[in-house]
């Protein structure tokens, strides 16, 4: 029987609602993974409800969580580490060090960094420190980065100008060290409005993939977190990068066209979760070839 991946999942979680964790810890184990959720903050609800209550775990907990899983012997069964949004960059420092401890019991473990930068006019809200941390550290350490366009922009320190400039972008993200740059969502001048458009890199060539643009009365959040877990849970499964991304697409595709007809707010999880496992859609990258 082929053995179950085990996931370490490093950010954020929230009492209501989904974001982080919150939004894919269920849609990782629904797909077939045993997730380890390390909780970055405990937040009553995401920050793009304008206020909220609770706090940030103390970065000396990650080391502290982290030895106690070696003590009883199971870090090396550690697959992989995700990280998402930070409560702090010292907690940045700690997952480094916690990957790099994983990485000596296994050699194998892929750690795929979310790079959550904060968006202020979307109210995404995230300590300035923290982008410094994802810019000038993490990137040279993750083996997979799933940023969306502004984060990307951010690496790159200008706006993308067109597909190819989208392109150029993440190929200079991806010579910082990663193995692949999944961009969770492009945006440039003369993208087609009624189309979502993902894109990945690697060292062997570069795919595009578009699936339809929903609207939304306010736009759900979540959508990175859960689309950098599945596109994990997928490559742990044994996928390919191209199969993990189009299942990743199709799958989050649902969510949201759940979503959308229960005119809700928060991700429809639950209701989609059997459409999350066996998606009715397939969208296909297609390869970028200059
Ligand atoms: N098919 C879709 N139709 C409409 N909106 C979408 C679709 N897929 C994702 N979104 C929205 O697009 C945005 C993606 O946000 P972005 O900042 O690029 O990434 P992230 O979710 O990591 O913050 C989110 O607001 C999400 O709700
Ligand atoms: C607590 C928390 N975690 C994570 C996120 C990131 O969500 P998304 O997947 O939309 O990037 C947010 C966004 O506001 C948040 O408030
Ligand atoms: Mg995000």
Request: proline share 6%.
């Amino acid at each position: 029987m082929k053995r179950t991946p085990h996931l370490l999942a490093i950010q954020s979680h929230v009492v209501f609602g989904h974001a982080g964790n919150s939004a894919s810890v269920f849609p990782m184990q629904r797909v077939g993974v045993n997730v380890w959720p390390l909780n970055t903050v405990q937040f009553s609800n995401h920050t793009q409800y304008g206020q909220w209550t609770g706090d940030v775990l103390a970065s000396e907990q990650i080391p502290a969580l982290v030895e106690g899983i070696a003590a009883i012997g199971e870090l090396g069964n550690c697959d992989a580490v995700l990280s998402g949004y930070l409560g702090s960059a010292a907690q940045g420092r700690a997952i480094l060090a916690g990957v790099t401890r994983i990485k000596a019991c296994n050699p194998k473990a892929i750690y795929l960094c979310d790079p959550v930068m904060g968006h202020p006019e979307k109210g995404c809200i995230v300590a300035p420190e923290v982008s410094d941390f994802l810019l000038e550290e993490a990137a040279c350490v993750a083996d997979i980065m799933c940023p969306n366009q502004l984060e990307l922009d951010s690496f790159s320190g200008r706006k993308a100008q067109s597909l190819l400039d989208c392109l150029a972008m993440a190929r200079s993200l991806l010579a910082r060290g990663p193995k692949a740059v999944l961009v969770k969502h492009l945006a440039y001048p003369g993208k087609p409005q009624d189309s979502f458009e993902m894109l990945l890199v690697t060292a062997d060539g570069s795919w595009h993939l578009r699936r339809p643009l929903l609207a939304f009365p306010r736009q759900p959040v979540g959508v990175g977190d859960l689309t950098s877990g599945l596109f994990l849970a997928r490559v742990l499964l044994g996928d390919s990068l191209v199969a993990a991304l189009e299942f990743t697409a199709a799958a989050v595709h649902e969510v949201l066209l759940e979503t959308q007809a229960c005119a809700s707010y928060e991700l429809e999880l639950v209701r989609a979760q059997d459409r999350i496992v066996h998606p009715r859609v397939r969208f296909e990258a297609v390869p970028i070839t200059l």
